[in-house]
């Protein structure tokens, strides 16, 4: 008896500390649904609800995989979901009313990098002849100017070249886009007439769901594709496609997914916005500590059928630290996927310039803005006073390391170097930055059905 009443006892203590280490604040809505793809990167969101961080904060959540980005996205508007693991560029689209148009906020950056470039084994024999070799494999990173005599061979024999990504604003489409213009490739153009993105193109780009691209390779349909993991390894661990280049290498430490929610839920919810920001800066936190020695939980937790449904050893070939190009060919990417450190989870202005300068390249921003339109989107749509206001609370409850965080900075990175065409990104100069790129949109340029119209 007196051994229970020790237990007891210490249980109750144990629960008044608890309580004294986090108060929950007075949420407004206790019981939410968030949607997310099936994808590695939604692993904040996993780790959230599995480590009981979002019970901490008093939070009673739902996680369901949604068919694909469109249905997410409409799910969040019509309030059908409270949130949602979502490409960064989706709340600035809907925001500016690119599409599905309405104001889509974010308090926190999901993560940076994770994601890749794959080609079909086919074009992967052609490449391979335009690469430099070392020691008996390829020299990385790999410049999309060793697909352009590929794309050109096509071409002569009078068929297209295509390439799939996720979604027209999604970070895939402007990666792709990216490396294939800076090997001299042009990937097309939006106008407000044509949206396929397939204007004045050498490659044709299309959307399609992550889990489908490896089918959809291996059918033929497509050449390639960007996309996140773990659909990149599972082309390798299927023998259908080669990885040829990881968005690390083509812009290191990118910025990749947020989480969105409604401004009107922000608004009208305060508290439970903060409760909610609170468990995935925490999640995060969790996935990236002791040098990711919490990797291989992750892994087991995200190969699960309820999030990603992938094999486990699929999911950690790019979950701990390396990463798989050509079969066997095992690299180490220590930062391949990045959730806490180098302040992943903060909410830059700048990374949401970025997004406005490639909608701007590609012409789905139609006419030219001004320097100041590109910032106030920004701050209208990425919100670090939440996340700050967040971060703050889990410092003071013992959870975080002031030093966490960024409190100083005006929202603003410093200027970006780590591009593989080396060009400088400076998010408070964004039309200038659009003036180094010999391929895309610059000035008062604009898109007609023939292709670019000089300003």
Not at 151 to 167: I, P, S
Request: negative net charge; contains cysteine.
């Amino acid at each position: 008896m007196t051994n229970f009443k020790s237990l007891v006892a210490g249980l109750a203590l144990g629960l008044v500390s608890t309580a004294a280490h986090a108060e929950f604040l007075d949420l407004e809505k206790d019981e939410l649904k968030f949607g997310f793809i099936k994808l590695t990167d939604m692993a904040p969101l996993a780790v959230a609800y599995e480590k009981g961080y979002f019970e901490d904060e008093g939070l009673f959540v739902t996680l369901e995989p949604q068919a694909n980005w469109k249905v997410l996205l409409d799910g969040v508007i019509d309030g059908q979901l409270d949130g949602a693991h979502m490409l960064a560029g989706q709340p600035l689209a809907a925001t500016i009313g690119f599409g599905t148009e309405a104001h889509i906020i974010t308090p926190f950056s999901m993560d940076l990098n994770g994601n890749g470039i794959t080609v079909s084994n086919e074009v992967w024999e052609m490449m391979k002849q335009n690469i430099p070799h070392e020691d008996g494999k390829p020299v990385h990173p790999i410049s999309a100017s060793a697909l352009k005599p590929v794309v050109e061979a096509f071409q002569d024999r009078g068929e297209a070249f295509k390439m799939g990504m996720v979604f027209p604003v999604s970070t895939h489409n402007y990666e792709l886009r990216y490396w294939l213009a800076a090997g001299g490739l042009k990937p097309g153009y939006y106008s407000e007439e044509n949206i396929t993105g397939q204007i004045d193109a050498d490659v044709l780009l299309s959307v399609t769901p992550p889990p489908q691209m490896p089918a959809t390779l291996e059918a033929g349909t497509i050449h390639g594709y960007c996309v996140g993991e773990p659909w990149n390894q599972q082309a390798v661990f299927k023998g259908i496609g080669v990885p040829v280049i990881t968005d690390y290498q083509i812009w290191k430490n990118n910025p990749e997914k947020v989480f969105g929610i409604t401004a009107k839920f922000a608004e009208e919810n305060p508290n439970t916005t903060l409760a909610l920001t609170k468990a995935l800066i925490r999640a995060a936190q969790w996935l990236d500590e002791n040098n990711n020695a919490n990797r291989p939980e992750a892994v087991e937790i995200l190969s699960r059928s309820e999030y990603v449904g992938a094999d486990y050893d699929v999911i950690a070939n790019s979950m701990t630290g390396t990463f798989e190009f050509e079969k066997g060919d095992k690299r180490d990417i220590p930062d391949f996927n990045v959730f806490f450190r180098y302040f992943a989870t903060y909410p830059y202005y700048s990374d949401a310039v970025w997004y406005l300068t490639q909608m701007r390249r590609w012409g789905q921003i139609a006419e030219a803005k001004p320097d100041s339109w590109y910032d106030e989107v920004a701050r209208k749509v990425y919100r670090p006073d939440i996340y700050l206001k967040a971060a703050r609370l889990l410092v003071e409850e013992g959870y975080v390391q002031e030093a966490d965080f960024p409190w100083d900075t005006d929202g603003y990175r410093a200027p970006q170097t780590e591009f593989i065409d080396d060009i400088t990104f400076n998010g408070k100069q964004p039309n200038a930055y659009l003036e180094q790129f010999p391929i895309g949109l610059k000035g008062a340029d604009t898109v007609s059905a023939q292709g670019v119209v000089g300003g």
